[in-house]
């Protein structure tokens, strides 16, 4: 009977570790539900995003911090998966957004831009037919979590 509590109590405890790990691992949620998401806040990580990358993991994406709110374009050079873009103001709301943004792994790929008044500080890039799927839409706001800006 030892041995078994001794394993629940272990058992327990690893259970707990995780839940704190997964818990601080950086999130954009819009309403509901969450993305855990890879960080791109340097020139070189917002040039690279997600160039090369044979796949995403379900609820996974990449969200592009800027120091400014501007217009801005991104292409999908190198991409190897489709993508949803969404373009997300200084007030942390959806601007804009572009469905299922194609691969492009040839020269003279398409570059995606939001409208002129759609000025960006953020974007969130997310797998195709995610946005449409959970019922997003412009005007919905997102959260950041364990993200420092």
């Given amino acids: 009977m030892r041995y078994a509590t001794f394993f629940g109590l272990a058992g327990l405890l690893v259970f707990s570790l995780l839940l704190i790990a997964c818990s601080q691992s950086p999130q954009a949620c819009v309403n509901d539900k969450c993305f855990d998401v890879d960080i791109a806040d340097e020139p070189e990580e917002h040039t690279k995003g997600l160039?090369?990358?044979d796949e995403l993991g379900y609820n996974s994406g990449m969200l592009f911090i800027y120091n400014e709110t501007r217009l801005r374009g991104y292409w999908m050079k190198d991409t190897k998966i489709p993508l949803d873009i969404i373009w997300i103001d200084e007030n942390m709301k959806i601007v804009y957004h572009y469905e299922n943004a194609e691969p492009c792994l040839k020269s003279g790929c398409v570059a995606y831009y939001p409208p002129n008044s759609a000025n960006s500080r953020y974007a969130?890039?997310?797998?195709?037919?995610?946005?449409?799927?959970?019922?997003?839409?412009?005007?919905?706001?997102?959260?950041?979590?364990?993200?420092?800006?």
Wanted: no cysteine; net charge neutral.
């Fill in 124 to 149: 969130l890039e997310i797998n195709g037919g995610m946005f449409k799927k959970y019922g997003f839409k412009d005007g919905d706001e997102v959260v950041l979590q364990n993200i420092q800006i």
């Fill in 51 to 53: 160039q090369g990358r």
